[in-house]
């Protein structure tokens, strides 16, 4: 047992020297991580997209319809950006990126006014931006309350009655709306806290297979096994174990800032959270060796395990739930790490569930490790011989 | 030049795999993934404590939207909590005891509560505008009866109520759907760092086995350094601009997701994107010691250059300092050409920002590329020359060492 130790921190050891002769790859990680974690906390600033560009096609031309035009303007939650009088201008600038939605005002709508009748009007959206041509059809859906809004009021008022009467009729009925742990509507929050630690893991990964990858490249395995005494599952430990320090040390810095200084709501467990973090990280080195397992050139392994790991981010369903999917597509789903993460970050920071719930995803965590243990004949067998090509 | 970068990137597995099966494989994906557009039949629960025929009026309504599906009735809240904790519901809807009387009562105001699951913000998105439609619904009928009890006859008061009669149209992709919207973006993205990572891994591989390629004679003056760049860039451009044309021009027809650009438009921004990314990457490549190094450089730009460009987060949201950043890269401009021509049916004079940018790139970085070319060769010329002098020296050390014996 006292030698097993030993052994560990022969490896251990060595694998200190290694890191420090050669720094390169665990300092570019660290600062694509540190940068990553910079770039998106600075990103958005502004969590919830409140303002879209709009334009209004005015086909009407008369002092009721500049009228409107001006009260919409004034209206702090729109933004009009391009008032004009041909829809054809309109639509070219909605074809050129530059407004999310088209508000028509139609050529009849004054007359239709005096007369009593209800004016209508038509408005576009942009589907090809899904954010901004939503918040513009929200705007929108403001700006034709307004018109339709000041046309009961006018005629009420015409009929004899006060404002305040005439609220009441004009909203008998209020929804309030309660965005669970996110009462801010921010889109920062349920982003930022899946994608960091997903890079993380990416990272995890990569660096897996890259550092035992390169005991191959350079064919220094046997030396490494050596120092584990024989022993692969020693020499494994000793390896991963002080970059999984690194790692969990990044995500305790990364979820400080994220749940303490940016104050991103957490119902449950900080703890547990933490503890979830550590095992998608393991369970991403999991995947590292078994890539690098079957695929003992190191490149190969690198490639794959880029587009491996990359397609965890769609497919963890935090943009996209993934009861939207196609049932094969969920079933890959649950070979992704990110997938189990994110389910266990939706129990412990936005449920606040009991641990019971977060059982399941944790036990699934684990789970990874038994392809490592498949991988493991075969690559320990690699790790000795060093029977394979490199190039 | 060109036959001989073409052949590296046949005997390279790592780029078959990234070029191939990276690029092809990658969209279909997607398209699996997104393919049902819309997340329909969201589980709620109900917690209704009015119990009244308008609170049941209303979730009939509600339950015939296709965004929604009632799965649980509960008695209280606690119970309905208790179901979304346990991620069987993402969403709740609460009517209290009041709601009738409320409703009845010509100057009361009645309330719904309704908890959305903010796991993802489509079951928000979901949930909150089709019970918005049905309250707006509803609630114009209690207004008719309101309006009626004042003495409006009946007649004007329908007309009065209804919502200033609007016609909503959403442009360009008549299904709304969450896969429309991404997937052109996706394809972009794709091409850009498939092509971005695999030509940083082949530079990474010419400087470990320091090939050939880096040491062509004569390769210090300038013309050698254009010949060169031409030469790899070719063999890069003659496969990427085939794949683009494939995952821009055949697959949007495909998977039919929104396509409404003229194709010839699409030939000919295709050309300044791939070249763009080509020299913009072969100057990233200068900066490459190693393959394996790309492979992080792959990941962590892969999601910043995703959300920098102001696709799935509009680009008034992005800060001013990374928005002039985003302008430095291919596919900030790149995504928003090809959405623009592909899915708003923009013609190439429509999208001339764009289209011009991605040349204003393709020239800055191939002069960039072809002046590190040319510093790279100096500083080669150099080291070999130290180098030189240093093994001269070497030798007249090693022969004086000799010496000394020989005189003792």
Redesign the interface.
């Known amino acids: 047992m006292k030698e097993i130790f030993l052994n560990i921190w022969n490896v251990l050891q060595r694998e200190l020297r290694r890191m420090v002769s050669r720094p ?2 665990l300092t ?2 660290v600062g ?2 540190l ?2 974690m910079f ?2 906390m ?5 969590g919830a ?1 409140e ?3 709009v334009a209004v096609v005015d086909l009407d031309q008369t002092s009721i319809s500049r009228r409107l035009i001006h009260e919409m303007q004034a209206t702090p939650s729109v933004d009009i950006l391009l008032v004009t009088s041909s829809y054809q201008e309109a639509r ?1 600038a ?4 530059r407004i ?1 939605g ?1 508000f028509v005002i139609p050529s009849d709508f004054y007359r239709h006014l005096v007369s009593f009748k ?18 513009a ?1 929200k705007q ?1 859906m403001t700006m ?2 307004l ?2 809004g000041a ?2 009021r006018e ?2 008022r015409k ?1 004899g009655m006060t404002d305040d ?1 005439i609220m ?15 009462p801010w ?1 921010n ?1 920062m ?2 982003l930022v806290s899946i ?1 960091l630690p997903g ?1 993380l893991g ?2 995890a990964l ?1 660096l897996t297979v ?1 550092v035992v990858g ?1 005991e191959l490249k350079a064919r220094t395995s046997k030396e490494w096994l050596n120092a584990a005494g024989g022993n692969y599952t020693v020499a494994m430990i000793g390896k991963l174990l002080p970059y999984t320090v690194i790692y969990q040390t990044l995500g305790v810095v990364c979820y400080m800032m994220l749940f303490t200084v940016a104050g991103f709501p957490v119902l449950g467990s900080h703890w547990r959270l933490l503890f979830g973090l550590l095992l998608f990280i393991m369970a991403m080195e999991m995947m590292g060796i078994v890539l690098i397992g079957c695929m003992p ?4 392994a ?6 491996y ?3 965890g ?3 963890s ?5 993934n ?4 049932p ?2 969920r079933a890959i789903s649950w070979i992704e790490p990110l997938r189990h993460y ?2 266990i970050y ?2 412990e920071a ?5 641990f019971i ?1 977060s059982l399941p995803t944790a036990m699934a965590l684990v789970a990874f490790t038994i392809p490592a243990l498949f991988v493991a004949p075969r690559l320990h067998h690699a790790l000795k011989y060093q029977n394979y090509p490199i190039n | 030049m060109f036959a001989h970068e073409l052949k590296r990137i046949f005997s390279n597995t790592g780029t078959i795999v990234i070029f191939f099966l990276g690029s092809l494989a990658y969209p279909f994906l997607y398209k699996a993934m997104y393919w049902n557009e819309q997340i329909n039949d969201i589980p709620v629960a109900v917690v209704d404590l009015s119990c009244s025929p308008e609170s049941r009026e209303f979730l009939h309504k509600w339950a015939a939207a296709p965004d929604v599906k009632i799965a649980y009735t509960c008695a209280s809240m606690v119970e309905a909590e208790k179901l979304l904790r346990d991620q069987k519901i993402h969403g709740i809807i609460y009517f209290p005891k009041d709601y009738a009387t409320q409703l009845a009562d010509p100057f009361g105001q009645a309330h719904i509560s309704l908890y959305c699951d903010m796991s993802s913000f489509l079951y928000m998105k979901g949930l909150y505008m089709s019970c918005n439609l049905v309250m707006l619904e509803s609630m114009r009928n209690v207004q008719i009866d309101r309006y009626q009890q004042m003495g409006v006859d009946r007649e004007f008061a329908w007309e009065l109520v209804q919502e200033a009669p609007y016609a909503e149209r959403a442009l360009f992709s008549p299904t709304g759907g969450y896969g429309s919207f991404l997937i052109p973006a996706v394809l972009v993205m794709i091409l850009h760092q498939t092509l971005f990572f695999g030509i940083c891994m082949l530079a990474g591989a010419i400087r470990e086995e320091k090939s050939e390629l880096y040491r062509i004679p004569g390769r210090r003056r300038g013309y050698s350094a254009f010949r060169t760049l031409f030469g790899r860039g070719a063999a890069y451009f003659v496969i990427y601009y085939a794949l683009a044309a494939i995952l821009l021009g055949l697959l949007p027809r495909l998977f039919e997701i929104p396509h409404i650009g003229a194709i010839g438009d699409i030939l000919r921004f295709n050309v300044p994107f791939i070249l763009s990314v080509i020299f913009f990457s072969l100057c990233v490549g200068f900066f490459i010691r190693n393959q394996e190094v790309s492979i992080v450089l792959l990941i962590s730009t892969s999601l910043i250059f995703l959300f920098i460009a102001g696709i799935s987060w509009p680009k008034e949201m992005i800060p001013d300092g990374w928005r002039y950043l985003s302008y430095l890269i291919p596919y900030t401009w790149a995504s928003h050409g090809f959405i623009h021509i592909n899915s708003m049916g923009a013609s190439l004079w429509t999208t001339r920002t764009e289209y011009l940018a991605l040349w204003g790139l393709t020239a800055l970085y191939f002069v960039t590329a072809v002046l590190m070319f040319i510093i790279a060769g100096y500083r080669e010329e150099r080291r070999e020359s130290r180098l030189a002098a240093l093994s001269e020296a070497d030798r007249l050390s090693v022969a004086s060492d000799m010496a000394v014996p020989a005189e003792s």
Request: glycine share 8%; proline share 4%; aromatic share 16%.
């Open positions: 390169l790859y570019a990680s694509a991580f940068f990553s770039f998106f600075t990103l958005m600033q502004r997209a303002m879209m560009p070219q909605m074809q050129e990126g999310y088209i209800r004016p209508r009007v038509d408005f576009y959206m942009t589907n090809a931006y899904t954010v901004g041509g939503n918040t059809y929108m034709a309350n018109v339709s046309f009961q005629v009420l009929k009467v009441h009729r004009i909203q008998p009925v209020s929804i309030e709306g309660h965005m669970i742990a996110n509507g889109y929050i349920y994608v890079i990416v990272i990569i890259f390169f050139r190191l490149r190969d690198l490639s794959i395990g880029a587009l790991s990359m397609l981010f769609s497919l369903g935090f943009t996209y739930p009861m939207g999917m196609l094969f597509v994110y389910l939706v129990n936005l449920m606040g569930a009991p719930n």
